[in-house]
C-alpha cells in the first residue's frame, strides 16, 4: 500500500520561510514524476514545482527563485523548500507521484496525471 505523509506546514509572516516533507512508505521517489500542488480555497489545485526522473526541474513562475524541490532517497522523502514567503502563498501543498509518467512531464501540471497523493499541510503566511 502506498501512503505519502506531508509535515513541515504552518503560519509564518511574510518574508519567512518553510521546509516541507513528504515521506513515501511503499512508494520509491525514483522514477517518473513527482511534484508539489497546492490549493487555496475557492481555487484550482495548481502544480508548483515537479521533478521528473529522467527529466528536469520545473516550477511555476509565481514561485520560481523562491522554492525549492528536492529529495533525500535514502529517506525516500520529497522536500519543498520555501522561502521570502508571501501572503498568496497561503494554501493546502499536496505532494503527488505518477511512476509511469506520461503526461506528468507536461508543463503546466495537470493534478489527474498523478496517480498517488498525500493529505496535504497547511500553510498560512500573514502580512
Known amino acids: 500500500e502506498v501512503d505519502f505523509v506531508e509535515s513541515g506546514g504552518g503560519s509564518v509572516e511574510a518574508g519567512g520561510s518553510l521546509r516541507l516533507s513528504c515521506t513515501a512508505s511503499?512508494?520509491?521517489?525514483?522514477?517518473?514524476?513527482m511534484a508539489w500542488f497546492r490549493q487555496a480555497p475557492g481555487k484550482e489545485r495548481e502544480g508548483v514545482a515537479r521533478m521528473a526522473i529522467p527529466g528536469t526541474i520545473r516550477y511555476a513562475d509565481s514561485v520560481k527563485g523562491r522554492f525549492i524541490i528536492s529529495k533525500d532517497n535514502a529517506k525516500n522523502t520529497l522536500y519543498l523548500q520555501m522561502d521570502n514567503l508571501k501572503p498568496e502563498d497561503s494554501a493546502r501543498y499536496y505532494c503527488a507521484a505518477e511512476p509511469a509518467g506520461g503526461r506528468c512531464y507536461l508543463w503546466p501540471l495537470e493534478a489527474g496525471t498523478f496517480q498517488y497523493w498525500g493529505q496535504g499541510t497547511q500553510v498560512t503566511v500573514s502580512s
Open positions: 511503499g512508494y520509491t521517489f525514483s522514477s517518473g514524476c
